[in-house]
């Protein structure tokens, strides 16, 4: 097969890290090569260096055979080289036809009807539900991220690069995106797919290049590198503990005390509902996307404005309507959003860290500076946070490290209650992992969590009890033996089985 | 300055290396232009007290009513990401408010005094209030907000001082807008320094620091961990009117005098150029006050600079906007990037230095 | 929570309302007073009843001048001297014109005008001429034919610096050199006031040490001299061309132990004649105040009562000049302006 883009020795530092340490990269025309890797591992960086938004501070590039300089991302887009970040980059305030077109008319002024017409032709041929009039900012996440690709795929690029495209598509619409992905490849469109989802890779992709601490650890065929094989070449250690965490007692758990207890809660986001939750467990929301898990807990930690119901607290009545309530109750909340409502980007790991801590102090009782230190080299350490120092703005940090960050931030309020909204999403197996065995630790101390994860499966491992929810509404809650897969699917999607179940 | 200089600025100055850079342009070109500019002198004043003079010193004292307004703006643009234009405005009711206290007492003490610089500062807090009622609750933009304070903040203080340009007369005045017997350095500089010292001590004793930035960086986590927003924004215009209130008294005590058009005219342009030449983001978040001090200093240098050139004052305003243009230009992300690869190129050529922070 | 924010909205409702009255009143500010005075009475026929006058005028915020001004006129054309006036301030040509010709759509006697430009006046002029309103131009002139209006009470800018450097010609110094402080650069004031001296300074009679506009700040005055104290240069006059500014010069003297005023090293000049500049020149701190005066209304009055007839289109106001050796507390009553 013919190479269509070759990256041979790429460096590229930033201050105190040494992000790429002369890593190849070679894709073929027509294929979809997978970029793997822990977070941290370089797998964005390389894709920011290829892209133009960051200059490498040595190695080279050639496209088709020719050595090319990249040093702007009009510079990538003129050389045919298209990109879907991860985090979506479009403008949520214009319409989805200007964000298609935007910063690529060419020269000659496009009438904006002209464009909308083809916008409307390209979402149709690609399936994507939305208007071209409509504004961006209205479209749900999965669809923003969708017009992200179809802005990609008409610039009739020769590179496509997808990074983590899948993160907040639902299973038909990564099906879709799929088929899309497949196409383009029979047309010799060379596809970079970065994702932490490891199906996905398996599903899709014809080639593997797996990044490790900044290095490459080799390219392989996906058909010869089995999955075990993958996750212990990121990871760089054998990984024997992904098959099960822990069993659920069943028994014993019905014996614990029920600390917190809500009654037609409802916000201006989540209708009525009823949940509780003991001491020591570990729950979760299931659902689709859109489906209110995020609202319901939102609701809990008071963080849209709450509308009505009663919530109790170890039995006592208690009134949380805004988010410094809920903390006083003891309750911690890790957003969804870990970029809108979680870092503050620019100021320290430890400033990030004591955060909420300091706030539950209060205005008029900062935390020294030295006990600050003190606590975030604690958390940098217990969580292995990897970073430069502890007054590394947290903005720098690979995404897995900032969510540690969030999460030490909650920890160290040493709370009752900790509620984990997508813990894991878009950060790396090893990490998602030790995520996972850090709720599961911290329920055997007592600590009730509620854990949401798109990832099915990740909930499967660690919740003893799922709540499920579809349109906005608590469809089912599973426990013990229904604790599977197949239970969950068909409680989502409204098998008659699962309710019965239920009663 | 040599190339060892510059890198060891970029390393520890962070945003302050701008500010600091400025002032060490000037100092260097006043020293190749005339060295005698920096001469400072002691003098005997007409009420007999020893007192330091000279360009520093009329520079230095000169900045101060800038100075304590860049503090509050810093905060204020911190949390709002947006800045005061009223402060001007604002200052010229603070400083008739002190005067009218003072014109309605029976004889001018050092309670009276008082009395009027907290009366002073408390119409100063309340439009400050004004300001950041509109900005943080109704979420308007704070120039357009403030807008309307300084459309109309100088026809208020024309109403409380009656018409005309009432003047005070009094040695506790004098002492406060010049010197104090005894004391040989310009009572504003020192006002200067005790509010630099009070907000100093404001954000060691609570957490207004890591709260203002916080809400300025991201609003949105900062109201997911609990912190009022809205309250912090408000409590910077308050903390801003105070300020005002302290420019505004030390402006009218020079004098002796509230001239409602005049006072601290123009000052809220000098007073934002400050706080960006500070290398604080307008755009809000991280901030340090010192940089906004420093900035006034530089300002304040430039304008003493182009005097002592003997720069028509007509002119002196072209030529500030063009240096100030050349410092904010210097000091933006765009440069301050291609400033850093430049750097970090000639490291790279050099195989003896290690690369920085390797490990 | 929700008390506290009912209370902000209070708060923002009554400031929003006070502001907003502020604004209003900038641009209609004696409306109200002017309206109870003429709505009292019983329209009566102009032969019999008050003389009814129209001032139109910059608002009396402008300066202390103009507050003076207003306060003049308000004072000489009351009720009780038999008139009925009805004012109308702003600073805006269009508006200015706008009222004079609602003047003229009332039916006043007499329009009086001090406009804020000097252009554009014609059409109303010529329809106060239609309908047999007189017209009266005070403290600035309008570019219009002279038959359109029946004199013009102003100052004459440059004759009040003459009498300023005539005044300081007569002090015999031996050298004269002199820290000029000027106002805002192109406004009449200024232009006046700057002229006679730039003449000294090119026949060589007098030194210019540093001429600079402070627009009328105080405090850039103040930074004006300190910057000329610094540089060690010697001067021996400051010629401030208003009170504030020389106030500000001062204030630089007396910081740097540099003598001033009456038997001091430095001759103190300033303008406007402000009652607490006239004090500070009784107690010797300065050396002259000129003015450039504000009271017009007494000229008029006596042109429209016939106690006086105008000798010619153009009456120029008497300008004063006050020496501080001169000075008594009579002056400062009759001619400070403010308190």
Redesign the interface.
Known sequence: MQNILQMKGIVK?F????ALNGVDFTLRKGEIHALMGENGAGKSTLIKVLTGVY?M??GEIYLAGNKISIGSPQDAQNNGISTVYQEITLCPNLTVAENMFIGRESGSWVQQKEYEKRADEILQKLGIPARSGQQLGNCSLAVQQMVAIARAVDMECKVLILDEPTSSLDDKEVQMLFDLMRSLRSEGVGIIFVTHFLEQVYEVSDRITVLRNGELVGEYLTAELPQVELVAKMIGKELDELSSLHEVDETKEEKKEIFYEAKDLSSSEAMPFDFNIRKGEVNGFTGLLGSGRSESVRAI?G?DKVNGGTVKINGQQVKIT???EA?KAGIG?L?EDRK????????SVR?NI???L?????????ISRSESEAFADEYIKVLNIKT?SRETPVGSLSGGNQQKVILA?WLLTHPDYLILDEPTRGIDVGTKLEIQKLVLKLAEEGVSVTFISSEVEEMLRTCSRLIVMRDRHVVGELTGKDLNQEQVMKTIAGGEAADEQEK | MSKKNDKKFSLNLGQLTIPIIAILLLVLFNLFRDPSFFYIGIAHNNDGNIVLSGNLVSIINGASELAVLAIGMTLVTAACGGQDISVGAAAAIAGSVFVKILKSVPSINGFTVLVAFVSACIVAMIFGSFNGTLVAVFKIQPMIATLILYTCGRSIAYWINGGATPTVDSPIITAIGSFIPGIPIPTPVLIVVAVAIAFKLLFHFTSLELFTQSVGINGSAARLNGINATFMKLLSFILLGVCVAVAGSIGVSRLGLINHETLLLDVEMDTILAVAIGGNNLGGGKFKISGSIIGAYVIQMLTITLYAMKVSSTDVKAYKAIVIILLVVIGSPVIKAKFAKLTAKSKFGQPKQPAKGAD | MRKFKALLLVVVLTLTMVLGACGSAANSGSGSGSGSQGGDKAPAKSSDGPIKVGVVNNPPSESGYREANVKDMEAVFSAANGYELKTFYNIKNDEQLQAAQGFITEGVDYLLISAAETTGWDEVLKKAKEAGIKVYLFDRMINVDESLYEAAVVSDMSKEGETAVNWLLAQNLPEYKVIHIQGAMGSDAQIGRTGALDAQFESGKMTKVVQQTATWDEAEAKKIVESVINSGEDFNVIYAENDGMAKGAVAALDEHGITHGVNGKVIVMGFDCNKWALRELKAGAWNYDGQCSPFQAQIISDLIKGVKTASSKIIINEEKGFDAKELTDDDINTYGLGE
Request: charged share 25%; glycine share 10%; no cysteine.
């Open positions: 530092r201050p105190g890290v040494l200059q501070d040595g930690f963080a805004k988010p410094i903390m909340y957003a809108r409502d979680g870092i503050i980007a620019e100021l400033e004591i955060l909420a300091q706030v539950m102090n209060g205005f008029f009782k900062p430069a931030r």
